[in-house]
């Protein structure tokens, strides 16, 4: 019988052929292994691995006009594994302890400069520019220890109206879990 499961860490199998696996490695046949209690505990591991999963990238499918401090929701979703990005509201919500990362491009439409700030539950942790009168492109990649609820969303720091240009490509918010704590 083949069996694949991943498996992260370090996991000693009690099996008679002392089989051990490092780091994520896939694991075809488990020989003469006969106890249960080691496939059950390798069965657990593999469907804890993918409960924890988080991952989104989300990017704006148009040219863009937000007002003052207006939160920029990122409406063409790619990836959204766990459902923790809502691109009605533009929030991702952690929803475990643990450590992400966090990205955020920057396309500002030629008419305007704007400034983007990366926000945590209202407070403003980096700040992207764009000027104007050309088309410069910003990024952060931020590494956050998140609590369970935390939220992070992209806002705009000016108290005037803002412009992103795009067709789909360049102004984009993700973020995934690195690690669960």
């Known amino acids: 019988m083949v069996v694949f499961w991943f498996l992260l860490g370090v996991l000693f199998l009690g099996c008679s052929d002392g089989v051990y696996v490092h780091t ?3 694991i075809h046949d488990f020989g003469q292994c006969k106890d249960k209690d080691t496939v059950q505990t390798i069965h657990n591991l593999g469907q804890a691995g993918k409960d924890q999963a988080v991952a989104f990238t989300a990017l704006l499918s ?3 006009t937000f007002g ?3 939160v920029v929701k990122y409406d063409k979703v790619l990836t959204n594994v766990g459902g923790a990005y809502r691109p009605s509201t533009g929030v991702f919500a952690a929803p475990y302890k643990g450590i992400y990362t966090i990205s955020c491009s920057l396309m500002s439409n030629p008419v305007n400069a704007v400034h ?3 926000m945590k539950n209202g407070k403003a942790l980096s ?3 764009s000027a104007s009168g050309t088309y410069p492109l910003a990024a952060q990649t931020l590494q956050l220890l998140l609590e369970k609820g935390d939220k992070i969303w992209i806002q705009n720091e000016n108290t005037q109206t803002a412009k992103l ?4 490509a360049y102004n984009v918010f993700s973020g995934a879990l690195i690690t669960r704590m």
Do not use: E
């Open 24 to 26: 994520v490695q896939t």
């Open 62 to 64: 148009k040219v863009t």
């Open 68 to 70: 003052s401090k207006g």
């Open 116 to 118: 983007l700030n990366i």
């Open 127 to 129: 700040t992207l520019y």
């Open 165 to 168: 240009h795009d067709h789909g």
